[in-house]
């Protein structure tokens, strides 16, 4: 071999060498930092009912808060005791996953909520936590939302206003405050559009719904075309909200209302074809039917007569009771 060839090779064994050490150095680099990098994975040892072991809250995060929460809230058992009693703050997971929000996260309502053991940030303080997650739809429903604020509902108190204090406005009900949006669509088990069955049971849950407040108008809506209707769960009498609107609820007296005698035509044309002036003279037995019925003498005669006679067949029937005996 001639000392060029010697030094040819020499000089080629030198650069694998290096580039051998180098690949090694990265190799272990790498190695060093996937070690001592931190990770996305959290234990926290909280002791289980009647148990010495230790529970494992161990999961992957960023998990978009759901089955993050679900670790501790899908237990039947999770409870805190609130204000001298025992609070259940289990979520049926079941329930949720039918509902409309099954791909919406818990940190999607429950907004003021992060994972953090335990709990105390300014959410757990009284129930205003509460009214956070019933007013969090505006974040995904604005419209709605904005119909709802500029409403008769409107939880500042007035139309149009924002509420200083999120569930404290006084209703025209003894003892409520102003509806929030969970207040009258529920929680976790809001069902999705397209559940036929369930919207149907929503439509019939108007008397429930706004019966919260608003129970006089629940219980005088007994007319034979349309309450006395409903309350015999005929699917094609109107609800609550079919009439006076759904989020922009105002009163009757307001000319924008869809319960304003210049507006019923419109209204009652949701359901009848040919609306025509009597519908809007009908209109006021709708929730009247009962004052009109007590106004009249004749009616007052025939309804004094019947609760008469009424009573004279309990009578007789008790005393046929006795004698069986």
């Not at 940030?121 to 119909?147: F, M, T």
Request: aromatic content about 6%.
């Amino acid at each position: 071999m001639t000392v060029r060839h010697a030094f040819a090779a020499a000089t080629l064994t030198a650069a694998v060498l290096l580039l051998s050490a180098s690949v090694f150095a990265g190799a272990a680099s790498a190695a060093e930092a996937t070690a001592t990098a931190p990770t996305t994975s959290y234990k926290q040892d909280v002791p289980p009912k009647g148990s010495l072991g230790t529970y494992d809250l161990t999961w992957t995060l960023p998990t978009a808060g759901k089955s993050g929460c679900t670790v501790c809230h899908n237990d039947p058992d999770l409870v805190r005791v609130q204000g001298g009693k025992t609070v259940s703050l289990y979520v049926n997971t079941g329930v949720l996953q039918e509902s409309a929000h099954k791909d919406v996260p818990c940190t999607g309502c429950h907004i003021d909520f992060a994972y953090k053991t335990p709990h105390s940030n300014i959410a757990l303080k009284g129930d205003e936590w509460r009214a956070v997650a019933k007013s969090a739809c505006k974040n995904c429903h604005p419209q709605p939302y904005a119909d709802y604020t500029s409403s008769a509902h409107s939880p500042s108190g007035r139309p149009g206003e924002a509420p200083g204090s999120i569930g404290t406005s006084q209703s025209s009900a003894p003892g409520k405050a102003k509806p929030l949006c969970g207040d009258c669509h529920g929680g976790h088990s809001i069902p999705a559009s397209n559940n036929v069955e369930a919207v149907r049971a929503v439509h019939l849950s108007g008397a429930q719904m706004c019966g919260q407040c608003h129970a006089k108008g629940v219980e005088t809506y007994v007319d034979y075309y349309h309450g006395a209707a409903y309350k015999m769960s005929a699917p094609d009498a109107p609800s609550c909200w079919d009439c006076h609107s759904s989020h922009k609820v105002l009163a009757s007296t307001n000319r924008e209302s869809t319960v304003n005698k210049d507006r019923l035509i419109d209204t009652c044309k949701k359901c009848h074809a040919d609306p025509r002036d009597g519908y809007v003279g009908y209109a006021e037995l709708v929730h009247g039917k009962q004052a009109v019925l007590d106004a009249n003498p004749l009616y007052a005669i025939v309804k004094s007569a019947q609760d008469a006679v009424t009573m004279a067949f309990g009578k007789v029937k008790s005393l046929f009771k006795r004698g069986s005996s």
